[in-house]
Structure formats: C-alpha cells, structure tokens
C-alpha cells in the first residue's frame, strides 16, 4: 500500500514540511513505488558516505528535488501516476546537473532509446540489480555531479584542483596536467593566439584527462600491457570528459581539446579518427604536449625515456600521429628553451 513517505537516514518522514532538507552534494534520491525495494536499498546504503532519500510517489520526488540539492536520482520506470522517464524529463528541467539513473525491469530497446533521448540517462540499472554494480553506478553518479559543480565555478583554482585530484587516481601521473600547459602554452605563445584562447587551452590541458574519474584504477594502474576489453574503458574517457565539460557550460574550446586530444593526425586515432585540420587547431597543440610529456615521465607499465629518446620517439610522430607544422614549432621551441 502507497504511503507516499520520504526516507532519510534510516527515519521515516510522513511530512515533507517537516525534513529538514540542507544542500548536501552527496544527496542521493530513490523513486520507486514499491516499499520492499526502497527498504533494500536502504540496506544498502546503510553504511555508504551519502545521504539517502526514498519516496514511492514521483509528484514527491519533484517536490523535493525542487528544495534539495540532489546529486543522483534513481528511478523506476513503471510507476502509477508518472512513468520514470516523464519524472526525469521533468527533473531535467528542474535540476538539469542532477545525475539520473533509471532502474527497471523492463529495459526493452524502445525504453532505453526514449530514455536517452528524453531524460539525459547516465545509467541503465535492471531488476533485479547486482548490489555491487548498484553501488558503482551510484557513487560514480556523485562523483560525476561533484566535478560537474567544480567545473561550474570555473575559476582557475577549482580548476586545477580538480585536476589535481584526478590525478591521484594514477601516482604516475602527478604534474602531467601542469607540465601539458606549460608545453602547449608555449605553442600557443609562439603562433600568438589570442588570449581567450590561451586561458581555454591551459584549461584544457589541465582537464584534458578528466574523463579517467569513469575508469578503474586497477586499469589505470596496470602494470603490463591492457588487453582489448581495458584498452576499450581506456578509450572512453575523453567522450566521458568531455560530456562532464559541455554539461559544466565550459567553452567549446575546451570541451574540443578534451575529446580529440587522442586523435591522431593520419586518422588512427579516437573516438571519431578525423585526421589532419579537421582535429581542431587547440587539441593538436596538446595532443604534442601530452605525448611529450608521458614519454618523459614514469608510468605504471614503463620508465620514463631520457630526453633525447623521447625527442626521437616524437619525431617519428611527425605526419602520422603528430602535426608536422606544430611540431616543427615544439622542436624550435625545446631548442630555445635549452632541450
């Protein structure tokens, strides 16, 4: 039986005027209109670091995501009254960062297809669900809501804070956003863009891999070549990063070093393989500073090259993965700068 309650922390609240609802960015929200489900969710997250909300009614989950900051909403689909996906059509009109999951046991191709196109879906959850992947999607959804604020700032030191936190997903890799500015700052000086659009390329270059908060660290981490199914999550982080840039309302600029800055000018590259100019000019000049700077620095699978060998293995590059131009210009530069 319907008692169109809301649940948080383990209590029971009949009414909603009476919750207490501050803005935690770890709020997560349940919608489904059945009880035995809610209470197992509850189970789940008894001891998980987020604030749990549940209600069965969807008109009351749009009451409380109009006066709560929620960072996931996880719906079901066949609901009495509203269907999940009219109830995130709606919260995306009302909270359109809110990261939304739609759980069902229904998740015929056409549910899925509308659910794209409608509600923004992150995630298809299906009953019954596996504990473990419900966990996984639900706290890489605060995650993903967590950068999404950051990056809405905007200013220069979340940021890079952001970036730096990224970072320590992968010990390897602490520096390598401020060491790939640093090279494509100085391309960009040295074709004397214009200002706006150094900002984006240094902002750029400090979130370029961003995407890699989505891939597990025992991935990142591997100390041995990936096979074909991690080298696949692998190359899905500049889509995810991106995607997080452009909901954050960055600059096309930026979100375009984000997602080409794997593409390789002779077109072998991903996710899409443009090859030439048609890779913008901005993800070109930190496609260069990014592969210089992980061939001089120690990653989990290899040491890092001395100098001249990098230099070497970087000029290989030149016409097939690299634009020949600039890289003429990053070797004048690395010899001015005393390389």
């Not at 009254?81 to 998740?107: C, F, H, N, Q, W």
């Not at 923004?120 to 999607?137: M, R």
């Not at 001249?308 to 634009?323: F, P, T």
Request: aromatic fraction near 6%; proline fraction near 4%.
């Amino acid at each position: 039986m319907r008692n169109n309650d809301s649940r948080t922390g383990g209590a029971t609240v009949n009414d909603l005027s009476s919750l207490e609802l501050q803005n935690n960015p770890n709020t997560v929200l349940f919608v489904d209109d059945d009880q035995r489900i809610l209470s197992a969710i509850k189970r789940i997250f008894d001891h998980k670091a987020i604030t749990l909300l549940t209600t069965d009614n969807p008109h009351e989950a749009l009451n409380i995501i109009e006066r709560q900051e929620i960072a996931v909403l996880v719906s079901d689909n066949r609901m009495p009254g509203m269907t999940g996906i009219e109830l995130l059509v709606r919260i995306r009109e009302l909270s359109p960062d809110t990261v939304k999951i739609l759980m069902t046991a229904y998740a015929d191709l056409e549910t899925v297809i509308n659910a794209i196109n409608a509600g923004e879906v992150f995630k298809f959850i299906t009953k019954p669900w596996e504990n473990g992947l419900l966990i996984n999607a639900v706290e890489e959804g605060v995650r993903r809501y967590s950068i999404i604020q950051s990056l809405k700032k905007g200013d220069e030191g979340h940021l890079l804070s952001l970036a730096q936190a990224i970072e320590l997903k992968d010990p390897y890799t602490r520096g390598h956003c401020n060491r790939v500015a640093d090279y494509a700052l100085m391309m960009a000086e040295a074709l004397d863009l214009q200002q706006d659009t150094r900002d984006d390329i240094k902002y750029g270059s400090w979130l370029h891999d961003c995407g890699k908060i989505g891939v597990p660290e025992h991935i990142l981490n591997k100390p041995g070549s990936l096979d074909p199914a991690e080298m696949d999550i692998v190359k899905k982080h500049p889509a995810w990063g991106a995607e997080m840039v452009r909901f954050a309302h960055l600059s096309d600029t930026i979100v375009n070093i984000i997602y080409y800055h794997h593409e390789r000018f002779d077109g072998t590259g991903y996710p899409t393989m443009k090859k030439g100019k048609d890779i913008p000019l901005e993800a070109r000049i930190v496609t260069i500073a990014d592969i210089f700077d992980a061939l001089t620095s120690h990653r989990s699978y290899r040491k890092a090259f001395r100098l001249h060998e990098a230099l070497g293995i970087i000029k290989s590059m030149r016409g097939a993965e690299l634009d020949p131009e600039l890289l003429d210009i990053f070797f004048s530069l690395m010899g001015s700068q005393g390389f």
